[in-house]
């Protein structure tokens, strides 16, 4: 593949560990987190509209859900913080998941306000049946993405991920 084509035009090139401009070294990992986060985005995007027939956002609204203990639920409130977005919106996407099936809603005991949501037998099937290719998908976009330099930027970000890479090299 040409240098064109890995980096198209109108992409900028992914920030370095060897820097050279005015950002340290921890906010040139923060861009390459950025970057190789949308890199992975854009392809999960097609991904996750086929086999789960569900937009990106509500797709991320089912894996936060999927981290949760068996039948575990989270407030909306806790998944609009950690998903940055307005609890207005998200209301809005958690009742395409419940007309979907995907999803329930109740109140939390005690607080007229609190709503929880969690997953159904559904969703738990869906995610389940798409994971080998949603993986697949994820670790395809990232190998695209992330050359050598790009992997050296993030090691300085995460001393732990250049520990693991080393032992990886040493098998």
């Not at 407030?75 to 307005?86: C, D, H, Q, Y």
């Not at 939390?108 to 869906?126: I, P, Q, S, Y």
């Not at 990232?142 to 080393?166: K, N, T, W």
């Amino acid at each position: 593949m040409s240098a064109a084509q890995e980096h198209p035009a109108d992409q900028l090139e992914c920030p370095s560990a060897q820097g050279g401009g005015l950002l340290p070294a921890e906010l040139r990992g923060w861009m390459l987190l950025l970057a190789a986060t949308g890199a992975v985005e854009q392809q999960l995007r097609t991904v996750v509209k086929e086999r789960l027939d569900v937009s990106h956002d509500e797709f991320l609204i089912l894996c936060l859900l999927a981290e949760q203990p068996a039948a575990g639920s989270l407030r909306m409130t806790r998944i609009a913080e950690l998903l940055g977005r307005p609890k207005t919106r998200l209301t809005y996407q958690i009742a395409c998941l419940q007309h979907a099936g995907l999803v329930t809603r109740r109140s939390v005991c005690g607080d007229k306000r609190g709503v929880e949501v969690t997953l159904t037998e559904k969703a738990r099937r869906l995610l389940t049946e798409a994971s080998e290719t949603l993986g697949e998908t994820v670790k395809a976009a990232l190998a695209r993405f992330v050359g050598a330099e790009q992997r050296e930027a993030l090691c300085h970000l995460l001393p732990d991920l250049a520990g693991e890479a080393e032992r990886e090299r040493e098998r």
